[in-house]
């Protein structure tokens, strides 16, 4: 099944809702990324958003999806 | 006990940080020291990037692997999904030398190198292995006399040769973790079959996905539970949400769902604000004043 599907997306045949998670892995470094309305319940929970380590994060996977060709994959 | 840094992952910190404040308080409460892993991205997650791109997928979560390492730490998981990425990357890694050197060459262009040297915990496992069933109920201070639905989620469990966790058919260490804290885990058909949410299968087919959630809800349902208890926080979205979307088609509910860690924090006398219960799309308060009145017993 994993090869399969593998191939299929390849080919570009990746159904649209998850070609937007691929996406929002290459903008944020997350799959499912942070919005205000949960940015506020951390705050309300005192939970801290270390912006500094996502940012750094979001760098690096950046920079391994373009090298695994995984942005390129994606954008087809 | 080796040190461990907590790996949060996506769904938890950015759709349910109720679970991630109940595990600091609760791995606080009970002695363990456990550091944020700081710098970590998606696991990512099983069920796309797997079977999308195998080396991208191996990539990524060797990557957080590599972030233990430096810190010369174990990873902690509370998330089945994250827990599947980052064992089984950590395994066939280990194993598969020409894949390990695959990977390290993307690896090397952010300064990184994947070495091997440490493992992937998940929770439930941790706290039944290392900590033990009786010592964690010795810690309980507000048993909580409660009927559970456990749910154990596929990624926990599957595959089981990998896992070494025993039956996938007929698991009992998380319920024994569950019945530590003072509640009966009720049975029910369909137990260990999965919530609906996983493999892409909820982003992909949504309606096909709340079958198989509604599926499960009858059964717990008709087993008469205060709770539904998993250990996921994909499975946790699924019941919890899933359980405003049947509303839809006329099927009502209104059944709590926890992750363990809120049911252990509730059980050591943390209240259900503290462990983040009113941040789920249930919020029943004839389970809430329940919870309460146990608290106050005691």
Known sequence: VLALRSEAVKKGKILPVHRNVCNFLIETGQSIPLDDKHRDMRKKLGLRIDEASRKKALKEVKALLGSTGFEELIKK | ?298
């Open chain 2, 1 to 298: 006990m080796r040190k461990l840094s907590l790996f949060t992952g996506c769904l938890i910190p950015n759709r349910y940080p109720g679970i991630e404040k109940a595990t600091m308080l609760v791995l606080e409460r009970i002695g363990i020291k456990c550091s944020e892993l700081k710098e970590a991205a998606c696991c990512p997650a099983p069920g796309i990037y797997r079977s999308f791109d195998n080396i991208t997928w191996l990539t990524l979560a060797s990557r957080n692997l590599v972030l233990a390492e430096e810190k010369g730490t174990d990873i902690l998981t509370i998330c089945n999904g994250c827990f599947s990425s980052l064992m089984d990357a950590n395994n066939i890694l280990k194993t598969d030398a020409g894949l390990r050197n695959e990977v390290n060459a993307h690896l090397q262009k952010i300064g990184k190198e994947y070495r091997g040297t440490i493992e992937v915990r998940h929770i439930i496992e941790f706290l039944h292995t290392d900590i033990g069933v009786n010592k964690l109920g010795d810690a309980i201070e507000k048993p909580l006399e409660i009927r559970a639905a456990v749910h154990y989620g596929c990624h926990l469990l599957k595959p089981t040769r990998e896992r070494k966790l025993g039956s996938a058919q007929f698991p009992v260490f998380f319920d024994e973790l569950v019945e530590a804290t003072g509640a009966k885990s009720v049975p029910y058909e369909g137990k260990t079959s999965c919530c609906g949410a996983g493999g892409g299968v909820r982003s992909a087919m949504l309606e096909t996905s709340f079958k198989m959630t509604e599926y499960k809800l009858d059964r717990i349902q008709k087993a008469g539970v205060d709770c539904i208890i998993d250990t996921c926080p994909f499975c946790h979205l699924q019941y919890d949400a899933g359980q405003i979307e049947l509303e839809k088609s006329g099927k009502y509910y209104d059944i709590p769902v926890l992750h363990f860690t809120q049911l252990l924090g509730l059980a050591l006398g943390f209240t259900p604000d503290e462990v983040g219960l009113h941040l789920n799309e249930i919020v029943n308060l004839k389970f809430e004043e329940k919870i309460a009145q146990i608290q106050k017993w005691y």
